[in-house]
């Protein structure tokens, strides 16, 4: 596993993100707000890789499209080395879109059925590059064998490859700009548990070679231990606890976080866990809960938890905490809330 990079020289910075989607509910057709996300804020440094998840619905594929600019943000500010471009135009945005890329979740319906494999992958290079056939299709075949594809395989169509071949296909799509920055969301979830090592270590692979970012938006947190060097949990629109890998993974401070670690299986029928199974269903981000927006699921909530939203503090060196139950440099209790 790499070294994690210093956080300090951002080359993303993503500061009090939101994203309202207005929508219409009953005959009278009174328009409320959807909170998808509400006030996110991270940094990604040059060579690091940031985790990110939470349950479906939370908000982080929303995440990923305002960072790419597929969606513009309601509020908030996204950095790139520095610069604002939340509020550039398409015009202005299309230099850092050759920075930018991303690896989708589904890798059939990211391409495009009705035309070649060498095709797919030399558009975006077209898009940025003026050069002759010979030249893409040098390119593209140097970027066929790096993601451990064969050149022989430049002429065949989507469906002519398997799952796990589909997204070395959408990597090597996303490499051919060499990008600096790339959002790869839920890229292993629609794979096979063999072909998921694979590509996990391909992005390992290509995050060494070429010194990528990755913002890597996943479930599985098995899959985020293996790549991340830090993690961010999100939880209905907010980021409630953000802190290096192994931080998090032994001693997590937000009761949700020690939740889905909780639920996490353990391979070995021997071992129980004494799991903390979460109580209630998910509010609605039409409607977000006062407050904390955990409190109605948490077993330590407190009054003040249902009135006061709680601000981000660092409890431990790189762990950022939003609970009211957690202070400043208080780790008397390393593996989570008092009971």
Known sequence: MTTPPDV????????????????????????????????????IAEGETLGLVGESGCGKSTTGKLILRLQDPTAGEILWNGRPIHNLSQTELRPVRRELQAVFQDPYASLNPRIRAAEIVAEPLRNYEAMSSAQARERVASLFERVGLRPDQMVKYPFEFSGGQRQRLGIARALSVQPRLIVCDEPVSALDVSVQAQVINLLMDLQQQFNLSYLFIAHDLAVVEHISHR?????????????????????PQHPYTEALLDAVPVPDPRVRKNRRVLT???????????????HTRCPYAEERCRIESPPMREVAPGQF???????PASIEHPTGIPA
């Open 280 to 294: 209630g269903d998910v509010p609605s981000p039409i409607n977000p809960p006062p407050g904390c927006h955990f």
């Open 231 to 251: 993690v961010a949990v999100m939880y209905l629109g907010r980021i409630v606890e953000i802190a290096p890998k192994r931080t998090i993974f032994t001693s």
């Open 321 to 327: 905490v939003a609970c009211h139950l957690r202070q």
């Open 8 to 43: 300090a020289a951002a080359l993303l910075e993503v500061r009090g993100l939101c994203k309202h989607f207005p929508t219409q509910h009953g005959w009278l057709g009174r328009s409320q707000l959807v909170r998808a996300v509400d006030g996110v804020s991270f940094s």
